[in-house]
């Protein structure tokens, strides 16, 4: 059975694997620009991990993929162009999601994850190039919302889940 537990400085090398990886899935299919060839730099997993930032997907020691998650106000989507956001309630964010194909599911059980922690108001963003993380998105229920920019100019297209609180 999956499970998410926080990196630890310990995983510090199975973490820069698992970004290696997905580089590769990434250029394999159709977005070798994205994350080019270093990123995510060390020194970004590191500062994730020592704020807790960090998390792991494991299944029977094995571990499937790694993210970053957080409840926090993303500087990065207080602006966002040909679209509006499914709402302006607190959210959780989501980024540098590797689940590199080891096993099926491991990105969607990974953003499963998440909407269980941020009461169900999840934001995300990615390349125009990545096919496949738009697919999972798209399939696990994520609405297009518009397109923001990076601090350093690169355009992403933000996805949003905002479930209606279930009483």
């Not at 070798?32 to 807790?52: A, F, L, S, V, Y």
Request: net charge negative; glycine share 10%.
């Amino acid at each position: 059975m999956m499970e998410i537990r926080k990196t630890t400085m310990a995983d510090l090398g199975r973490a820069m694997e698992l970004y290696a990886m997905a580089r590769q899935f990434m250029k394999d299919h159709g977005n070798p620009t994205q994350w080019g060839d270093n990123h995510p730099p060390k020194e970004q997993i590191i500062d994730d991990i020592q704020r807790g930032r960090s998390y792991l997907c494991v299944e029977d020691g094995q571990v499937l993929g790694i993210f970053y998650f957080s409840v926090e106000q993303e500087p990065n989507y207080a602006s966002i162009y040909e679209g509006a956001w499914a709402n302006e309630e607190p959210y959780g964010v989501m980024h540098r999601v590797a689940a590199p194909g080891i096993r099926k599911g491991t990105a969607s059980f990974c953003v499963g994850w998440c909407l269980e922690q941020c009461g169900h108001n999840l934001r995300i963003d990615t390349h125009r190039d990545n096919i496949p993380m738009q697919k999972m998105l798209e399939k696990n229920g994520f609405q297009y919302c518009g397109i923001i920019y990076l601090e350093n100019g690169d355009e992403r297209l933000a996805f949003q889940r905002a479930d209606m609180p279930k009483g």
